[in-house]
């Protein structure tokens, strides 16, 4: 596939670095010169200097031919940009765009950007997975649909602890996948398996029926 | 109306004062307040009596504290091409605001942004149509 990326930042240069060694074309545009030069110093003439969001640049490029184009500057509106361009000029059929403010997320999805990558929620979830007392953790969100995949945390004042999943009415549309417990005693839940404190839910449920399923789970 | 302008720019702090004089209800957006001097430069216009407000027009929160859901018109005016592009599309998709106005520089991205539907003014095209007309005449 031939993918431009927008933007030589350090996202900009891993993600073509990976891109480079799953054999695709990769070009990169950058404005900054000295930024250009090093990372073709680095990864061959794989460097064009210009402004991704012009119309000119992104034609001396070729983007009419790019099967994909990744926006992943530092700037929401510059990734905006770039990717309507793309799409819009040159019918890129793929773009993607970074976004910093999540915020931006509908308004990207509204005006026919493909697929928007939050840095700043990413982070947020890594973190969230990482805080003991984060009762609720999300994994995986299935786009089309509503479903999640999450991670309850059981912790030791949990009222349902000691119930078993029978005892319990989780909400339509969940249901447990496994329960992770120290010392690797995991296992797929049935309906007899009995919370204990300390476990980790992973469970498939629905945007709207999360908070119904945490609090079903750890009863507070 | 009420009409908000992100962008305190010259030209922003010169249409503000316009639309103020005549009786609008003008809230100007600048993520800098030194910007805010421009609405009382003495000279030609009147003083500026409508609300300034410091905060950054890319950013939701602070186009609804500028009052962009009542808003009837809306008017992108800093300096970048794309902040101008993304706080109107914000305006226009998120906000529904009837009528948004936004300045590109670019005169070909503000020909792909007409053909989306975003009212665009490049200044570079009609400021060059301006002078070749002078030498015309």
Known sequence: MYIIVVGGGRVGYYLTRALLDEGHEVLIVEKEESTCEGINEELGSICFRGDGCETATLAEIGTERAD??????GHDEDNLVACQVGKHKFNVPRTIARIRNPQNETLFKKLGIDVTISSTNVILEHIETELPTHPLTHLLAIEEGGQEIVEIKIPPEATTIG??????????????????REGGKNSVPTLSTTLRAGDRVIAVTTHDSEEELRSTLRGV | ????????????????RLLDAEGHQVTVLDNDSWSFRRLSFPGL???????????????????????????DVFFALTQGDNRNVMATQIAKHIFNVPRVICRIYDPLR??????????AISPTAVFAQMLQKKLES
């Open chain 1, 68 to 73: 994909m184009l990744i926006a992943v500057t």
């Open chain 2, 45 to 71: 216009l009147a003083d500026f009596k409508g609300t300034a407000l410091v905060g950054n027009g890319t950013d939701q929160e602070a186009l609804k504290r500028a009052g962009i859901e009542e808003a």
């Open chain 2, 110 to 119: 503000q020909e792909l942004y007409c053909t989306l539907g975003v009212e």
């Open chain 1, 163 to 180: 119930k078993s999943q029978r005892e319990l009415s989780l909400p339509r549309g969940s249901k447990l996948a496994l329960v992770i």
């Open chain 2, 1 to 16: 109306m009420k009409v908000v302008i992100m962008g305190c720019s010259r030209v922003g702090a010169w249409l503000a």
